[in-house]
């Protein structure tokens, strides 16, 4: 019988710990490093807490959520037609993705796809947020309706494609080892974008550059393509093919600058920005506006055969706000200031604490605090009964466009007299900010009756003490900050006892506690604040 009732209670302890369901049927699933299979619909969701887990993920509708906590492993054997929300604040490794509409990604932590990965057809947008790392192994290719905005660090070892109708945005660094295609779509780079192969834009692709663009092995637009540029594309000698193909419709406006050793334009060169050009230059098409125009396209053909043209082959005349002009070598060092944030600064926004309270409800205590955080900051929340040993009890995860966050702390030992709290807060590259410490007093001694009246106060405050001996106390005014702001030594009676605390009137408005102490102990507590 005894052994019955052990199996039963293990039994039971199982479901707890693996289906957890709400009453309106969806379940929460709390998984520590299993190879449970797990079939997740529309809004289920399954948290890996910790470990490694490498299960099997058998259907993950839309509406369907998983999330990696910081330091967990999310590497299952398969995902089955991934339409869900995926948030990563630790590490994912998978062999192959190929998602589909109604999927997306908020990656804080460390992506890895080892396989292929593909953005299928189908509405979803992939985030990778600062400090944010990405790494295809077999290359990326995004499909029409999907969006990708890169403000963390991607790298592919193959090939990138981004197709029809779909969009890929770049803040920070990318690094392509094979070569990048663009089939009629959009590509916007406000950071360092680095391809060791080719670059081609196809069709009706848009492609605006703010920053740097640096292609080992060629760049090509195709088609009905508008090249507008305001940062550096830079073709290096150092590359394969160090040459500039237009055959659409190139724009650079006023600083962008396009370097390359060779050029051949088939299209049309047009705005206000430079050209600063090394090798051997052939133009068949049009360079700069027919009839009359306030840009001036400068063009500096360093290896031009005739003083009366601008490009060693020219078959067709630039137009007159076309000029030769010496340039000097752009820099391909240092950012521009058209560059996005987070590349110039290449820290991440430090958090800044706005105010952290404590207080009590139904003998529970309550922390409310409000930051600017960058996305990817995890919250730490730690308690401490000396104010000396503090233990983590608590990971919250920042979110973009959040800054008030509120924790209830339901293990929290209340027989304890007193217990303090404090938020750790961890950035995207490792560093850490501690709030300050909050005191929250529980009850005070048998007998010992205390009210602060009144309150809110806006000038004095009275105390108003029901002692159980005669003695002397220390009455002391701390900010929620655990600063001593007032403190005042006093004789007490058996009995009731009122005390002036003259000194309130040139505290701040706030939020404070007032301690009542004998003989160096905390013996009664009350929460004022001050208008």
């Not at 709400?22 to 490093?33: E, F, I, R, W």
């Not at 289920?44 to 839309?62: C, E, H, M, N």
């Not at 529970?364 to 730690?382: H, K, N, S």
């Amino acid at each position: 019988m005894k052994c019955n009732s052990t199996l039963w209670n293990l039994f039971a302890l199982t479901l707890a710990l693996t289906f957890n369901t709400l009453a309106n049927g969806q379940a929460v699933y709390v998984d520590n490093g299993s190879s449970t299979t797990y079939s997740l619909a529309s809004g289920d969701s399954l948290y890996i807490q910790s470990g490694v887990y490498q299960g099997k993920i058998s259907k993950f509708d839309a509406g369907a959520k998983i999330t990696v906590a910081s330091g967990a492993t999310f590497q299952p054997t398969g995902i089955t037609n991934p339409r869900g929300i995926l948030t990563n604040s630790g590490s994912v490794k998978l062999s192959t993705l190929s998602t589909n509409g109604g999927f997306t990604m908020y990656n804080y932590g460390s992506l890895w796809v080892t396989g292929s990965a593909t953005l299928s057809q189908g509405i979803q947008q992939w985030t990778n947020f600062y400090g944010g790392i990405m790494k295809f192994d077999m290359g990326l290719e995004i499909n029409k309706n999907c969006a990708l905005l890169n403000r963390g660090t991607i790298t592919s070892l193959g090939n990138m494609t981004v197709n029809k109708d779909a969009s890929f945005m770049n803040n920070n660094t990318v690094k392509v080892t094979g070569n990048v295609t663009l089939n009629s779509a959009d590509f916007s780079n406000g950071g360092k974008f680095d391809v060791s192969g080719s670059f081609t834009v196809n069709g009706t692709s848009f492609f605006t550059n703010n920053c740097r663009v640096v292609v080992g092995n060629g760049f090509t637009n195709n088609g009905s393509v508008t090249v507008f540029n305001l940062g550096l594309i830079w073709c290096p000698a150092s590359g394969t093919s160090s040459i500039v193909t237009i055959n659409g419709s190139a724009t650079i406006t006023n600083n962008g600058t396009i370097k390359s050793v060779d050029l051949t334009n088939y299209g049309n060169m047009a705005g206000s920005g430079n050209w600063y050009l090394t090798g051997h230059t052939i133009n068949t098409g049009n360079v700069g506006i027919n009839g009359s125009a306030s840009d001036t396209v400068k063009i500096y053909d360093v290896t031009r055969t005739s003083t009366s043209t601008i490009f060693d082959e020219q078959y067709k005349k630039p137009y007159p706000n076309a000029i030769f002009a010496l340039l000097s070598p752009p820099d391909t060092t240092n950012l521009l200031s058209s560059c996005s944030p987070e590349v110039i600064s290449n820290i991440t926004l430090p958090v800044k604490w706005e105010y952290f309270y404590v207080n009590l409800s139904d003998n529970t205590p309550v922390l409310t605090w409000a930051a600017e955080q960058d996305p990817g900051t995890v919250f730490t929340v730690q308690r401490s009964y000396d104010a000396v040993n503090f233990t983590t009890i608590a990971s919250i995860n920042g979110e973009e466009g959040k800054r008030v966050y509120k924790f209830e702390d339901k293990q929290v030992n209340t027989q304890s007299r007193s217990v303090y709290y404090r938020i750790r807060a961890v950035e995207p590259t490792g560093a850490i900010t501690l709030s300050d410490t909050r005191v929250l007093m529980f009850t005070t001694k048998a007998g010992i009756s205390v009210q602060a009246t009144p309150n809110p106060f806006t000038s004095q405050l009275n105390i108003s003490y029901q002692s159980t001996t005669r003695e002397r106390i220390n009455i002391r005014i701390v900010s929620m900050s655990g600063a001593v702001m007032a403190s005042k030594a006093v004789n007490v009676s058996t009995g009731y006892n009122s005390i002036a605390i003259t000194e309130a009137a040139s505290l701040t408005k706030g939020i404070y506690l007032v301690q009542l102490i004998s003989e160096n102990t905390v013996i009664a507590t009350e929460r004022v604040v001050k208008q």
